[in-house]
């Protein structure tokens, strides 16, 4: 059973660009959170999705960020028009029910770091 | 807001020796989760506990947490260099759907 993918695993942009991170939950989990690990900080809550709905996006930056699990295809998390403090390791996590429910962890993929120059 | 305090920051070792990080909670837990984290890697799910005093065991790892479900311990027994990375203890701040996590313990092990 695949665990949680995520790519790319390194991702390099200019300022300005934009950057899209992919995450593919592990089968059979239909919930999928996204984290940032800025340098030297720990590990922030970006956004909870299930399919085709945002749960809770109160860890997202109210501009630029937006995240998307479509009925089909993996979770997207687009930064748009991206500066140097977005660089940081972006992790994907997904889990068969909701947190906290039915004593199911979450699982994480390997991250996709963020470089911007 | 939930915050969650790990001590130590960092830890170094002679292989074989026993250590033991704790995790401090601002409010009670519900639910708390160690996991560990490799440079560069991923989070690897090691254990989660959600009753008071409830202790559960994996290979040479053991959590804990306490009556009242405000601090946890993760002891790891006859240390190996396979058990270097960061541990990181995570937790569900009440009803929200996610996890804030401590700022994690920086683990190293001497051969």
């Known amino acids: 059973n695949a665990g949680v993918m995520q790519n790319p695993r390194h991702l390099v942009r200019r300022r300005g660009q934009e950057a899209r991170l992919r995450c593919s939950p592990m089968k059979g989990h239909s919930h999928v959170y996204w984290y940032r690990q800025l340098p030297e900080e720990g590990l922030k809550f970006m956004v909870y999705?299930?399919?085709?709905?945002?749960?809770?996006e109160s860890g997202m930056p109210k501009e630029r960020f937006s995240a998307e699990f479509p009925k089909e295809g993996p979770s997207i998390l687009r930064i748009q028009q991206v500066v140097r403090g977005d660089s940081a390791a972006y992790f994907c996590?997904?889990?068969?029910?909701?947190?906290?429910?039915?004593?199911?962890?979450?699982?994480f993929g390997d991250g996709t770091r963020l470089s911007i120059l | 807001s939930q915050e969650l305090e790990q001590s130590p920051q960092s830890l170094i070792v002679q292989e074989g020796k026993n250590l033991t990080i704790n995790c401090t909670s601002s409010k009670t837990l519900y639910g708390l989760y160690w996991y560990k984290q490799k440079y560069g890697e991923g989070l690897i799910f090691l254990m989660m506990?959600?009753?008071?005093?409830e202790e559960k065991s994996h290979e040479k790892i053991t959590a804990k947490l306490d009556e009242k479900k405000q601090q946890s311990s993760l002891h790891i027994t006859a240390s190996q260099p396979s058990h270097a990375g960061i541990y990181l203890c995570g937790a569900e701040p009440g009803s929200a759907r996610q996890l804030t996590f401590g700022s994690g313990t920086q683990l190293t092990v001497l051969p």
């Open positions: 506990l959600q009753k008071g005093g």
């Open positions: 996590a997904s889990s068969p029910t909701p947190q906290g429910a039915g004593n199911q962890p979450q699982h």
């Open positions: 999705l299930q399919k085709e709905n945002i749960i809770d």
